[in-house]
């Protein structure tokens, strides 16, 4: 990500502190997706994955979203339960993992169902995991969105990003 997006979100995390920015983030990465032409784009601020996306029936993935400015987090047992629930239904499982710092950009790690496991996770651990191409095409979409996002975030907040994704059509799951 660029260092302009980088200090927008780092503005926004201070602003709204670490939990609310999570959502935040995950919002953000929702309307990334949608305008990438993922077709079906469902996010959650409830149980479950964090994020669906599918493209014509096909490309179907679940993502949990994770930010972090250390070098871990936590992946809950919900998480992984989530994640194995929707691989179920047919969606591959993905962690989305940003880290806050310099020259860092979105992992997208495709982890096997079965090599998921709760607790601590190294986000050099995903590196194995990478899906490149998608996340080339992610990184400037992200950074876009968030521009044009920031202002309307950081007066409204989650209210603003909601709007946002039902404009943009956008499935929003609150609960």
């Not at 990334?32 to 669906?52: A, K, L, P, Q, W």
């Not at 309307?152 to 907040?157: A, E, I, N, P, V």
């Amino acid at each position: 990500m660029d260092t302009l997006t980088l200090n927008r979100l780092r503005r926004l995390r201070k602003r709204y502190g670490v939990g609310v920015f999570g959502k935040i983030t995950q919002k953000l990465l929702a309307l990334t997706f949608r305008r990438m032409g993922f077709t079906h784009v469902v996010e959650r601020s409830v149980e479950g994955v964090d994020i669906d996306i599918a493209r014509g029936g096909q490309d179907k993935y679940a993502l949990e979203v994770k930010t972090t400015e250390g070098r871990s987090f936590s992946l809950s047992d919900g998480n992984v339960r989530a994640l194995g629930d929707r691989a179920r239904d047919g969606y591959q499982p993905v962690i989305a993992a940003l880290r806050l710092a310099v020259f860092e950009r979105w992992i997208l790690a495709q982890v096997p169902v079965d090599e998921l496991c709760a607790g601590s996770v190294l986000v050099e651990a995903l590196r194995a995991y990478r899906m490149k191409d998608l996340e080339a095409l992610v990184e400037p979409v992200f950074d876009d969105v968030v521009q044009r996002h920031f202002h309307g975030t950081l007066d409204r907040g989650l209210q603003y990003l909601s709007e946002q994704l039902a404009k943009d059509g956008v499935e929003v799951r609150d609960s």
